[in-house]
């Protein structure tokens, strides 16, 4: 036997391939799954799926579980292909999730329907290898401080939003809805409530231009974005400007506005670490090259105050990398903006945006760095029924690729956008989850989950 082998091994040097029967031939394989029902109801559930590459990168993956009676089905899956015969599921990867690096995971989830109880899926393969691994590595710090104080100023690195250590972050935050309407919503008791009981990174400041905002009063409206700058600094979270145009869609329609007010607010904030700049919230029936027009006159205008902020450019078709208008991101690939320190702005609607634009969106990811400055979890007229699967999908997707977002709107609108009942920012309770609509709950949860932010 022993003779056998060193037959082999010399066969195998004078073939140069010593490697083959080397330890390092076996790739080393192994996952760890994280299975969360995340909610439960008369006959179905939802649940997610984080599995976890603890082996060497993979690229084209396959999940196989078993479900714990053919009785529970896969209905709706997302992040992946899914079919289920009998007990047996399976998940294949899909385009943008299919390269999983070591130690990168990638976040499914479906609907299912339920006969009985509803006990865990055992048996968690992927690629065949029983995913029996644990991560391991460091107990995160449990008082990491606020986002502000864990992450301090951010600078773009490749296509990643990177922190002060150099690392890439995701924030997770809200929006305002126009200031000029909802600013009764935007007081302590509110901004304390997305701090301490959302734990949110981030509040986006949508300020309009037209419909009664900006263009009506540029110094108030300046003043107020600034107050509520210092509000979220007081309470660590980030501060994203929005120069919010939408009516009319060219953003050159306000070019002149848009220098006067960012020389403005560059200047006021250039020593805070806390505040990113947005120089137009949707760019609408206006092309590409207008876009970056625009933003190439307006970018050193904050240059020249505030050198190293980060700047996030809209898009063509309603900040949708051009999928709107029959087009995609390589418009901006092709001819980017001539910056540095740049992101560029992609939102959707979970409900009218589906897998097309998630398509889009996790190739453009890995070319272009991108902020989700806005999106919604209903239609794209901010009302309509709440689409969960959808969203889910979404926000599965922004976490497994690290792409920070503000979810529309932090507000008591009349409309299925908003996060809270009509009627709230009234009275002072932002808290009790009585006050909250439904897109309002689902955002909480997802936002309020530890970030872990690298402090390293
Ligand atoms: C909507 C508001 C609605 C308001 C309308 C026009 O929810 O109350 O009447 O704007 O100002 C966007 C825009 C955002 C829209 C939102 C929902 O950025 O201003 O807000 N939406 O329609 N893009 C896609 C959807």
Redesign the pocket.
């Known amino acids: 036997m022993k003779r056998l082998f060193a037959l082999l091994a010399t066969f195998a040097t004078v073939l140069g391939l010593t490697a083959a029967f080397g330890p390092q031939a076996v790739a080393a394989a192994g996952c760890k799954v994280e299975y969360t029902v995340a909610s439960q109801w008369q006959g179905g559930f939802q649940a997610g799926v984080k599995v976890t590459n603890l082996g060497d990168p993979v690229t084209g993956w396959t999940l196989r579980f078993a479900m714990p009676d053919a009785g529970q089905r896969v209905t709706q899956g997302w992040n992946a292909t899914w079919s289920q015969s009998g007990s047996a599921v399976t998940a294949v990867a899909v385009d943008w999730n299919r390269t999983l690096a070591t130690g990168a995971a990638a976040d499914l989830g479906f609907s299912g329907s339920l006969t009985g109880a509803n006990p865990k899926p055992t048996a968690f393969t992927l690629n065949g290898v029983a995913c029996t691994g644990s991560t391991g590595g460091p107990t995160p710090d449990p008082d990491p401080g606020t986002p502000l104080e864990a992450n301090g100023s951010l600078h773009v690195c490749g296509v990643n939003l990177c922190n002060q250590h150099d690392r890439p972050v995701q924030l997770r935050g809200m929006s305002t ?2 200031i000029q ?1 909802f600013g009764a919503c935007y007081g302590a008791a509110s901004l304390d409530a997305l701090a301490d009981d959302w734990k949110a990174d981030l509040l986006r400041i ?1 300020m ?1 231009v037209q ?1 009664d905002g900006y263009e009506t009063d540029p110094a108030g409206f300046t003043s107020r974005v600034n107050g509520l700058v210092d509000m979220a600094e007081a309470r660590g979270m980030y501060a994203l400007i929005d120069f ?1 145009t ?2 009319p869609g060219d953003p050159n329609f306000n070019l002149d506005r848009a220098k006067t007010f960012f020389a403005s607010v560059a200047a006021r904030n250039a020593q805070k670490k806390n505040v990113i700049y947005e120089i137009a ?2 760019p609408n029936g206006v092309s590409w090259p207008a876009i970056k027009s625009y933003a190439e006159q307006v970018i050193p205008v904050i240059r020249a105050a505030d050198p190293d902020a980060v700047v996030i450019v809209g898009t063509r078709g ?2 949708s990398l051009g999928v709107s208008d029959g087009s995609n991101e390589n418009e901006v690939v092709g001819s980017p903006v001539n910056a540095t320190n740049i992101m560029y702005a992609f ?1 959707f ?1 979970a409900a009218s945006h589906k897998d097309a634009y998630r398509t889009t969106l996790g190739r453009a990811a890995s070319r272009l760095p991108l902020f989700v400055t ?1 999106f ?1 979890t209903v ?5 309509g029924a709440l689409d969960v699967a959808s969203t889910t999908a979404w926000l599965d997707l922004l976490d497994q690729l690290k792409i920070s977002y503000a979810n ?2 932090y507000s008591d ?1 009349p ?1 299925s ?2 996060a809270f009942r009509p009627g709230t920012c009234g009275g002072g309770d932002y808290s009790s989850s009585g006050v909250l609509t439904e897109s309002g709950a689902l955002l909480k949860n997802r936002i309020s989950t530890p970030d872990s932010f690298p402090t390293s």
């Open positions: 809805h126009g309407w949508a309009y419909e919010h939408l009516t919230n949707e309603w900040s939102h609607y806005e919604g239609s794209a007229t901010g009302g529309w709107t609108a409309e956008s908003a």
